[in-house]
């Protein structure tokens, strides 16, 4: 096999085969495709650092000291899924012949998962009971769920630093790509969300919003680039929040973060698991009597919850499970985030 490998090969693995094409390409540059020889010590067990290790061919020995825990062999179905990814290592690998494979930052592909599975790009739900007709913004955006969950000295804190910024029909208020430095809402006028695709000169319209609409906050959260490009159909007026100010102000009072005991005695007196990875990560290894509901789909798919019950939300960093809990709570569900993620944790 070359030592390349194109957005096609790396779709046929876990969890890249959820990606967006365009995600799959950006990832291409930082992957490490390795060779070692036999008897090659790929990592140890008690080892930390954040890589995913992916087999492409020959076969690994997974030990346990002198115990010999199995095999995977490049091209299997097990090939397709990270070499024991749970941090720090439960087991050493060793090359057992000649063996080919990749390596990439599992933090990198996290927060690209992060990015990809969001949903609806860049457009937030805060917003979303107050679209149609301009009103008063202020008092409307009191009575969502979200403003509801946070201290009252937050509220008149975040008031108080919102800043308007007035726009003309076309201005573009923030570029896919770019990194994310405000969180906005709509007080008057229209925006158009679209997605530039590249290879192609026609971007794709997502989604349109009025007043009360909300967005910015995804790549606030993911602490990732912008995933959408905002630009005004009309001219408006925004209310503009800063990064800081909307991570101290909104979203750290609506995540609680729980210690890895603190999150097993949650799930003990009533809580439940909520397994925010893709399928494929969740089967290759997850909590004991974990619910699957992967972060892309989580909007789509809320009346599988209970909402009597608490949920205990994972992901592998926290990224995405800080995501999911950031929307479900503005649903109006009980949350908390595994700290740390089940990187930083031992199942």
Same mark, same amino acid.
């Given at each position: !096999? ?45 080892? *930390? ?21 199995? *095999? ?29 494979? =990749? ?56 008031? !108080? ?5 007035? =726009? ?8 896919? &790509? ?13 925006? !158009? ?19 009360? &609409? ?18 005004? !159909?009309t001219d408006g007026i925004l209310m503009k929040l800063d990064r800081d100010d909307f991570q101290s102000l909104l979203n750290e009072p609506m995540i609680i973060s729980l210690e890895h005991e603190d999150a097993d005695e949650a799930v003990t ?12 990560? =969740? ?51 009980? *949350? ?12």
């Amino acid at each position: !096999m070359t030592m390349s490998m194109d957005a096609a090969q790396l779709s046929t693995f876990s969890p890249f085969n959820t990606l967006e094409s365009a995600n799959l390409s950006d990832l291409l540059d930082s992957i490490d495709i390795l060779h070692a020889t036999p008897g090659q010590i790929l990592f140890e067990k008690g080892d *930390t650092e954040k890589r995913s290790i992916y087999v492409l061919s020959g076969t690994l020995s997974l030990r346990n000291g002198d115990q010999d825990l199995g *095999t995977i062999v490049g091209g299997t179905d097990e090939a397709r899924n990270p070499v024991a990814r749970a941090l720090p290592r439960q087991l050493s690998a060793v090359a057992a012949d000649d063996v080919q494979y =990749f390596s990439i930052d599992s933090e990198l592909v996290d927060m690209t998962l992060t990015l990809d599975h969001t949903g609806i790009y860049e457009v937030g739900d805060i917003g979303s009971e107050l679209l149609g007709g301009e009103g008063d913004w202020m008092a409307a955006l009191l009575q969502t769920k979200t403003f509801q969950l946070i201290p009252p000295q937050n509220i008149q804190m975040i008031f !108080m630093r919102l800043k308007r910024v007035d =726009f003309k029909a076309g201005d573009v208020v923030i570029r896919q &790509g770019t990194n994310g430095d405000h969180f906005y809402i709509i007080t008057s006028g229209r925006c !158009m969300v679209t997605r530039e695709t590249p290879g192609d000169s026609a971007n794709i319209d997502l989604a349109e919003l009025g007043p009360g &609409g909300t967005f910015g906050e995804e790549a606030l959260i993911s602490d990732e680039t912008r995933n959408a490009t905002i630009t005004m !159909m009309t001219d408006g007026i925004l209310m503009k929040l800063d990064r800081d100010d909307f991570q101290s102000l909104l979203n750290e009072p609506m995540i609680i973060s729980l210690e890895h005991e603190d999150a097993d005695e949650a799930v003990t007196q009533g809580g439940k698991w909520l397994d925010v990875r893709v399928p494929s990560e =969740f089967k290759a290894f997850s909590k004991s009597n974990a619910m699957n509901l992967p972060l892309y789909l989580l909007r789509h798919k809320l009346d599988a919850l209970d909402r009597k019950t608490p949920y205990v939300v994972y992901c592998d960093t926290g990224r995405r499970s800080s995501a999911a809990a950031f929307i479900l709570n503005q649903k109006g569900f009980e *949350t908390a985030v595994l700290k740390g993620g089940l990187n930083h944790t031992e199942l």
